[in-house]
């Protein structure tokens, strides 16, 4: 009684923090379909999508706005984002709710919303001219929406990063790649960096464990880097869920076909939430992994949540020069070139070094 009265209280709320959302199209009997992210939901009357954030009223789509449950400052190694400005502050906010149904999340408190009726306390009313205030006011280079899964809040982000841009500051996503296409064009031209999480190679994986289809993460992939955004790709390494050598394989290949410049993030996995029956990973399968994305010729694998310095520091791929020395999220040294706008030289050989070098 007293958990259905919360979860009513909890939709209150939550409905009460929308807007109209245009990333939809109107169907016929009050029915309207979804093109946040690549589920596509249809969703009729009365009723919300997967992600429980969005719902259809009186036939029209209604989309989160004007609260986060939480905003950070970070260095934007923490993100992860090798590539990019090194040691730069960034606002990281989020709000509530997700796309996907993943065992491990370590913010489950915010993202499966089903599961958390208390979340009452998470909603924080703030507009977007107080968070660009709270950036400038605290130097942060990049804005990031992350901590839940943000295309599912696209139009509230879209508000933030168009007020960033006229103060020159960068604008992030930190996604799960459950991207439609009609988002990522709607978030055009002001996402300028994405990272993207790709859990999996295996397509059972995708669609009984997390709840989606490997494929769409994909092709989230290929359109953001075909559409010029910079993209970091993470995943997180868990025993018997995705560090066969096939997979390891074909998600080095996969990456490397688009991209060998394209950073790819290695971090160990620690059991969390549902997840309490596998391993931590250890060093050796993070090795494993980081030498099979190397052989297959991937110039930036970065390993996380061990330490581990020739696995964290950027090398020169064509002289092996130490260019940026990290000791987890911090900056010992940096030594590139800034070059052109996504490119710096290595200051011994003069390979070009993709990246954000400002
Ligand atoms: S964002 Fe995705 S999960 Fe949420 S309603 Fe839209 S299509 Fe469905």
Redesign the pocket.
């Known amino acids: 009684m007293l958990k259905r009265q919360n979860h009513s209280n909890f939709k209150r709320e939550l409905d009460k923090r929308s807007s109209l959302s245009p990333?939809c199209l109107k169907l016929n009997n009050s029915l309207v379909r979804?093109?946040?992210?690549?589920?596509?939901?249809l969703?009729s009357e009365g009723a919300?999508?997967?992600?429980?954030?969005?719902f259809n009223k009186n036939g029209s789509l209604y989309a989160p706005r004007g609260y986060i449950s939480s905003m950070g400052l970070d260095p934007i190694e923490k993100k992860p984002f090798f590539h990019i400005a090194p040691g730069a502050k960034t606002l990281s906010y989020g709000m509530l709710?997700c796309?996907f149904k993943c065992p491990f999340c370590q913010n489950h408190t915010i993202s499966q919303i089903s599961d958390n009726f208390d979340c009452l306390e998470n909603f924080h009313d703030i507009e977007p001219s107080q968070i660009i205030d709270y950036a400038i006011n605290q130097n942060a280079k990049i804005i990031i929406s992350t901590y839940n899964e943000p295309?599912?809040t696209s139009e509230w982000s879209l508000e933030i990063f168009k007020l960033a841009a006229e103060k020159q500051i960068k604008s992030a996503y930190v996604s799960n790649g459950?991207a439609?296409e009609e988002v990522l064009n709607f978030l055009m031209p002001y996402l300028d960096f994405l990272n993207i999480d790709l859990k999996t190679f295996n397509s059972e994986n995708y669609s009984k464990v997390i709840g989606g289809k490997l494929e769409n993460v994909l092709q989230t992939i290929q359109h953001a880097y075909k559409m010029g955004i910079w993209i970091e790709i993470v995943t997180l390494l868990i025993k018997d869920f995705n560090t066969d050598d096939a997979q390891l394989n074909s998600m080095s290949e996969f990456i490397a076909n688009i991209s060998p410049d394209i950073p790819w993030h290695i971090t160990a996995f620690h059991p969390s939430y549902k997840m309490t029956d596998k391993p931590s990973t250890d060093e050796a399968i993070i090795r494993k992994a980081f030498n099979i994305a190397k052989e297959k010729g991937l110039k930036y694998v970065y390993a996380g949540n061990i330490q581990s310095s020739d696995m964290e520091n950027t090398y020169c791929h064509c002289c092996g020069e130490l260019l940026i020395e990290r000791n987890c999220y911090f900056i010992k040294s940096f030594n590139i070139k800034p070059d052109c706008e996504k490119a710096g030289k290595c200051p011994k050989c003069g390979s070009s070094i993709a990246g954000i070098w400002f």
């Open positions: 990333l979804c093109l946040a992210c690549a589920h596509k939901c969703i919300r999508g997967i992600c429980k954030v969005r709710g796309n295309v599912i459950y439609s």
